[in-house]
């Protein structure tokens, strides 16, 4: 009997002769942290994507809120709650920090987005600056995406996943690129404000300082199989883990 | 009041042009009615600009409003300026419907050649139909305007202003369209179409309401051009055609709507008087134009606005 808010099942995903995703069975209970640890290739990102629709999985069943969600496109699973951050940022870079934030309030408003109501309308612009606020990057509303750092575009691709009403949260990989004193302000910044509206997060990450001090549990990737599942010292001391994924105790 | 500037830039706008009619000859004034005219095919080319794709093919609208307007008028006897408009902006939004959907999978070279390719077999279809003129084409009369039946310069000054209340009216619904959720929908997709999925819009939803707009918006120019020139023939259709609207598009650039009409007008009055005084060679002063234009000015007319915008501030 299934009780995770995302039930994953004999999922299976392969690319001509390399198997991706080898039957990755997991149960993501509501409001959890997960971290997805495993050398690069190892499947973590192929997990993700299949997940969120980038890639469909050639069998198996990804179950959210009941339903199965396996095959359907990106903007489908968006709109039920489950929302992504990536590896390089997603922004648009003609548009400015605060424009970045309308487009997706516009997206995830109650409403269809509209074809007469202004985008730069005055309650609009309240709720872009205030989740860019809550991410602590409002200072930079006016500034256009070339111009930040790897950190703040990081926030902004996270605060634009978090627009809508979010349910889970995969972040992908969501240190890399940041300068490493920023790191965990970010992660503490990200967590906690994902943490206070009761996302479910699911984070692939390679720093084990941050998979320890973030996690609930920690999924472990090797060649396509999920090598263990278990709580972060349990998983980290594993010495398959350590093995075939940190290459030595943490 | 919402869009209460783009009302009341409407309205100084209107008044402005439609003064125009009390000075200007009748040459000049039939030359800017057939430059916003061809403006308006060119605004729904900038529609879709924004969303990072060129359409090389919007003849194939300017050319299916002519015909549609002289067909009606011809095998009806309509000659209501405003039913004729209705008609032809009707019958394009239907043939946009049928496209837009199927081209709104395409990006880049792909979707300017296969609109392009709707265009060119639009034209040679006409071409062949000597039934409908085949390459003569057909001629119209002049049209009237909800009973009334001007000639000589009212009916130049009516249709110009009709022209300029239209243009005016569309242009403004353009620039709310530009301003809306949608439209900043449009401009985020052109940067980063991955992003805007995972946000939960359909990318070709948007690409569709983009081309049918264009295709509402070339219907009508073409419906227009024929009332003023009396006349349309395949030429309508034929790539040189679309390719001069993509000219005023990229000339205009995608930041500002009055920025298009002034583009056409320029290209107008550029073509008029470069094939007056050197005949043989005025394709080649419009080549340099657009040259210097491109390298000087990569953002288009607009960027101009923009920038005067901006130094204000």
């Known amino acids: ?250 | 009041m919402m869009h209460l500037p783009v009302y009341v830039s409407a309205i100084i706008a209107f008044v402005l042009l439609a003064a125009g009619s009390l000075v200007l000859p009748d040459w000049a004034m039939f030359l800017f009615a057939m430059a916003l005219a061809k403006g308006l095919v060119c605004l729904g080319i900038v529609g879709m600009m924004r969303g990072g794709v060129v359409s090389f093919g919007q003849g194939l609208y300017y050319c299916l409003g002519a015909y549609t307007a002289t067909l009606v008028a011809n095998s009806f006897g309509v000659s209501d300026i405003f039913l004729l408009t209705l008609i032809s902006a009707a019958v394009c939004l239907a043939v946009g419907l049928v496209f837009g959907p199927l081209l709104s999978s395409y990006r880049g070279i792909f979707f300017a050649m296969l609109s392009l390719a709707l265009s060119m077999v639009l034209y040679g279809t006409l071409s062949k139909m000597s039934f409908i003129g085949g390459t003569d084409g057909l001629n119209i009369g002049a049209p009237t305007f909800l009973g009334w039946a001007p000639e000589g310069r009212p009916l130049q000054t009516a249709l110009y202003i009709y022209v300029v209340a239209i243009v005016v009216i569309a242009g403004a619904l353009m620039r709310i369209y530009f301003d809306s959720e949608q439209g900043l929908i449009t401009l985020a997709m052109r940067d980063n179409e991955l992003r805007v999925e995972y946000l939960g819009a359909s990318v070709r939803h948007v690409m569709t309401y983009n081309y049918v707009f264009g295709a509402l918006l070339g219907g009508i120019g073409g419906t227009i051009a024929v009332l003023a020139l009396g006349h349309v023939d395949p030429e309508f259709a034929f790539w040189t055609t679309s390719g001069e609207f993509v000219f005023v598009a990229i000339l205009a650039g995608y930041l500002s709507v009055p920025a298009v009409f002034v583009a056409a007008i320029i290209l107008e009055l550029v073509r008029s008087f470069s094939n007056l005084y050197f005949p043989n060679t005025w394709q080649l002063a419009l080549g340099i134009f657009l040259l210097i234009v491109i390298v000087a000015l990569p953002g288009g007319l607009g960027s101009l606005i923009k920038r005067s915008k901006e130094t204000d501030t």
Do not use: W
């Not at chain 1, 039930?7 to 039957?23: I, L, M």
């Not at chain 1, 980038?54 to 179950?63: A, L, M, Q, R, T």
């Not at chain 1, 990106?74 to 548009?95: D, K, V, W, Y």
């Not at chain 1, 930040?148 to 996943?161: E, T, Y």
């Open chain 1, 1 to 250: 009997m299934s009780t995770g808010l995302l039930e994953v099942r004999d999922v299976q995903k392969s690319f001509g002769a390399v198997t991706a995703a080898k039957d990755i069975s997991v149960s993501v209970p509501k409001g959890a942290v997960y971290s997805l640890i495993g050398t690069n290739g190892a499947g973590k990102t192929t997990f993700v994507n299949m997940v969120t629709g980038y890639i469909k999985p050639d069998s198996g069943v990804i179950n959210f809120g009941g339903q199965n969600i396996a095959g359907l496109a990106p903007r489908q699973i968006t709109r039920l709650g489950i929302h992504r951050s990536f590896q390089i940022a997603q922004l648009c870079n003609e548009l400015t920090v605060e424009e970045n934030m309308l487009v997706a309030g516009a997206i995830h408003g109650t409403t269809k987005p509209s074809f007469l109501r202004p985008a730069h309308d005055k309650s609009a612009r309240e709720r872009a600056i205030a989740t860019l606020e809550r991410f602590n990057i409002a200072e930079h509303r006016n500034r256009l995406i070339p111009e930040l750092s790897g950190g703040v575009k990081k926030l902004l691709d996270i605060a634009m996943a978090m627009a809508g009403e979010t349910q889970i949260m995969l972040l992908d990989e969501p240190t890399s690129g940041v300068a490493a004193d920023e790191k965990f302000p970010i992660m503490d910044l990200v967590i906690n404000a994902l943490k206070a509206e009761g996302v479910t997060v699911i984070f692939v990450e390679h720093d084990m300082d941050i998979v320890t001090r973030y996690s609930e549990r920690v999924l472990a990737f090797y060649d396509g199989q999920i090598i263990a599942d278990d709580a972060p010292d349990e998983v980290l001391s594993d010495p398959e883990v350590q093995r075939y994924v940190t290459g030595g105790p943490a």
